[in-house]
């Protein structure tokens, strides 16, 4: 697998992998997360590429200069188990190291929890923390 920062003309690829994934809400549109991150200076998606050019994975990454921060980890269902999110993980940690950052933060879902082990693998631990939101409109 090649890791490539995505382009504006994998937009059909990538959002039809966060929908298999399960990563996409009604209420936020992917496409517009991958347009501010691909447009952002301090963010990119990662894709990981086989061969053909075929997108079997990706992973949003950004930094607000001291805190790293990973979204849409995602890898083709037919290629899970195989080590691509583990290759994906460190290319995010590589590109955030690059930038300065020395933290990598990342949410779950409550609802996601067989990914938790995925992470606890990777040493990523509980931050006992809550992560508070509000709706910029």
């Known amino acids: ?3 490539r920062d995505l382009t504006p003309s994998d937009l059909d690829a990538v959002t039809a992998l966060w ?3 399960g990563l996409t809400r009604p209420w936020n549109p992917p496409e517009r997360d991958l347009e501010r991150a691909l447009t ?3 963010s990119t998606v990662l894709g990981g590429v086989d061969a053909g ?5 990706t992973v949003m990454v950004g930094s607000d200069g ?3 921060w990973v979204y849409y980890l995602a ?3 037919e290629c899970r188990g195989a080590g691509l999110g583990r290759q994906l993980m460190a290319a995010a940690e590589e590109w955030l190291r690059e930038r300065g950052a020395v933290k990598v933060q990342l949410m779950v879902r409550t609802t996601n929890e067989h990914v938790l082990g995925f992470y606890d693998a990777l040493g990523y631990e509980d931050a006992d923390v809550r992560v508070r939101s509000q709706w910029l409109r």
């Open 75 to 77: 890898v083709r269902q």
């Open 19 to 21: 929908e298999e994934a």
């Open 53 to 57: 050019g075929r997108l079997l994975g």
């Open 40 to 42: 952002g200076s301090t």
């Open 1 to 3: 697998m090649d890791i």
């Open 66 to 68: 001291h805190r790293g």
